[in-house]
């Protein structure tokens, strides 16, 4: 659009509106973190956004009716932080969306071709608010964080739950998976899952290897006494139509959580599997290929964008970061992500958040200190990697998060705790400053 037609103050007042003039609950609200190229102002880039996700384009159009104009979307506050960078709020009409078409169709609205803009050196979606006409249209998770603790019986009990993932990712037989499956659980995890580059691959299909991992698993708590529940997430990750085939196979050979990376199968196959009344057992959702959008901080989606999608598709558990770990993480935006998916929306169950990526037990009580006791800690090369093995690998994390609960600092519980103090040798221990 021209330098000339932005200075008509008609377009202006058409894609502008005060606040007070926007009703929360008939707008959905997109934060917009923002660098225009010269000589545009922030907030003229704020309505060249609003006017090129609603009902504008590049040049004046003959074909825009007056009775479309209810459609245009409103930049409702500019916050200017140095020179023209900032953050713009724009309000699109809930009447723009097509609640049925459900997340792609939003995204496509508030997250379309914004990114590509030329006008534009920068652009990121920081956060979405959304009213509770449009949230209420979603059924999500159906199990939730209350609903996977009382499956795994840890309701009254309130620690972390501990989880691993099979390594190496890819390449073990469903037999050699199965042993390891034993020997974790033996050690004291309550959740094992497939890494996300497991599907059904020749060398490790769906049906051979879900039935010896649940026999393993069933085998070693008869062996421990333990009445506990633990999960298996299988991957059933695919293109839609084998993504359900993969999620029959892995039901039907006793699969109870399935697991599907949402970037990759994308969010409305992940709804397929919330909604489908067949589908009785938990949602693990991996986030593969996030930081392709949400890593660089100035341009992209915010972490925090994907987690309230999810939670609107249905996922029960989510890999939200870590606040010790290997992976890129801003603490702040971690914790802020756990308090949501956490927290009330709408009537939607909370999801249950999972910290996973280098974690080891020397990192275990940074962890629960930030991030609370409400999430699953997830550790593969740091339960495997042990120098005894598996088991006690497994061992040596239900022991850091055992001495974190208690407030004990892990050096002192490893004086009476072999596995623990193998693995601080191996690891070491580390503490964050806020």
């Known amino acids: 659009m021209s330098w000339e037609w932005w200075k008509q103050n008609f377009w202006r007042e058409l894609y502008t509106a005060p606040p007070e003039g926007v009703d929360l609950e008939s707008f959905v609200v997109a934060c917009y973190y923002v660098e225009p ?9 704020g309505l060249h956004i609003a006017a090129e996700e609603s009902i504008g384009t590049w040049t004046t159009i003959t074909t825009l009716k007056e009775y479309v104009y209810r459609l245009a979307a409103k930049v409702v506050k500019v916050e200017k932080r140095d020179c023209e960078r900032g953050y713009v709020w724009v309000a699109y009409p809930l009447e723009l969306f097509d609640i049925e078409a459900g997340i792609p169709n939003l995204l496509s609205i508030v997250a379309g071709n914004l990114f590509g803009l030329g006008f534009l050196r920068n652009v990121r979606l920081m956060d979405l608010e959304l009213p509770r006409e449009y949230v209420k249209a979603f059924k999500g998770p159906r199990f939730g964080l209350e609903g996977v603790r009382k499956l795994q019986g840890t309701l009254e009990e309130r620690r972390p739950h501990l989880g691993t993932i099979f390594k190496p990712k890819v390449g073990l037989t469903p037999a050699d998976v199965a042993v390891v499956a034993y020997e974790a659980v033996l050690g004291g995890v309550d959740f094992l899952k497939d890494d996300e580059t497991l599907s059904s691959q020749s060398f490790n299909s769906v049906e051979e290897r879900v039935p010896r991992v649940m026999e393993a698993i069933d085998r070693a708590r008869e062996e421990m006494e333990r009445g506990s529940e633990v999960l298996y997430a299988v991957s059933v990750t695919a293109h839609t139509p084998r993504l359900l085939e993969y999620a029959d196979k892995a039901l039907e050979h006793g699969a109870n959580c399935l697991m599907v990376d949402v970037l990759t199968a994308g969010f409305s196959a992940l709804q397929q599997l919330a909604e489908d009344a067949s589908i009785k057992v938990p949602l693990h959702v991996h986030r593969a290929m996030h930081a392709a959008m949400t890593r660089n901080p100035l341009h992209g989606i915010h972490m925090k964008v994907i987690a309230k999608l999810v939670r609107l598709a249905g996922g029960d558990q989510l ?31 909370p999801v249950m958040p999972v910290a996973s990526g280098g974690v080891h037990p020397g990192l275990v009580p940074e962890n629960i200190k930030h991030l609370g006791v409400d999430l699953v800690i997830n550790a593969g090369g740091g339960i495997h990697g042990h120098p005894h093995g598996t088991r006690a690998g497994a061992k040596a994390m239900r022991q850091a998060i055992e001495a ?14 072999e596995e623990l103090a193998e693995a601080l040798k191996q690891w070491g221990s580390k503490r964050l400053s806020e």
């Open 404 to 417: 974190a609960m208690k407030g004990i600092p892990l050096e002192e519980y490893a004086k009476n705790h």
């Open 37 to 45: 190229r010269e000589p545009l102002t922030l907030y003229e880039a």
């Open 319 to 349: 890999h939200a970061g870590t606040a010790a770990g290997k992976m890129e993480r801003a603490l702040q935006d971690v914790k802020e992500i756990y308090a949501f998916l956490r927290g009330e929306w709408h009537g939607l169950k």
